[in-house]
């Protein structure tokens, strides 16, 4: 069997350290990579009583953008009909959601990071 592709390799190492940093400012972990035919969410976490939503995005440098610049308004969609998908099969309806965005710049030897929050609306 082959070894996985590079950029899959670093999609992971990225969610990796986002949830490690996530879990430090106190969120909790409830699912990884959650899929449906819609799409995946790569984290799944509660902020005090708020699910929240998070889409890891990585980039090595920011030369061509933002790492959080690609979650344009087709991502937003996919990510939403994901989450309503979430919310149907796993959560009561009335759940305070939020969807938040955690880019990821840089290497191993120095990353940046930034943590946007309520990054878009839910509708």
Same mark, same amino acid.
């Given at each position: 069997?082959?070894?996985?592709? +590079?950029?899959?390799?670093?999609? +992971?190492?990225?969610?990796? +350290?986002?949830?490690?940093?996530?879990?430090?400012?106190?969120?909790?972990?409830?699912?990884?990579?959650?899929?449906?035919?819609?799409?995946?969410?790569?984290?799944?976490?509660?902020?005090?009583?708020?699910?929240? $939503?998070?889409?890891?995005?990585?980039?090595?440098?920011?030369? $061509?953008?933002?790492?959080?610049?690609?979650?344009?308004?087709? +991502?937003?969609?996919?990510?939403?009909?994901?989450?309503?998908?979430?919310?149907?099969?796993?959560?009561?309806?009335?759940?305070?959601?939020?969807?938040?965005?955690?880019?990821?710049?840089?290497?191993?030897?120095?990353?940046?990071?930034?943590?946007?929050?309520?990054?878009?609306?839910?509708?």
């Amino acid at each position: 069997m082959l070894p996985p592709a +590079k950029h899959l390799r670093q999609g +992971k190492w990225a969610e990796q +350290k986002a949830c490690e940093y996530l879990q430090s400012h106190g969120l909790r972990l409830r699912q990884r990579n959650f899929r449906c035919r819609y799409g995946e969410i790569d984290l799944i976490m509660t902020d005090g009583e708020c699910l929240t $939503f998070i889409e890891v995005r990585y980039r090595r440098s920011t030369e $061509f953008g933002h790492p959080a610049d690609t979650v344009d308004r087709r +991502k937003q969609s996919k990510l939403r009909t994901t989450a309503a998908c979430y919310l149907r099969d796993y959560g009561p309806a009335d759940t305070q959601c939020r969807f938040d965005v955690f880019a990821i710049s840089g290497s191993a030897d120095e990353i940046h990071v930034e943590w946007i929050k309520d990054a878009f609306d839910i509708a």
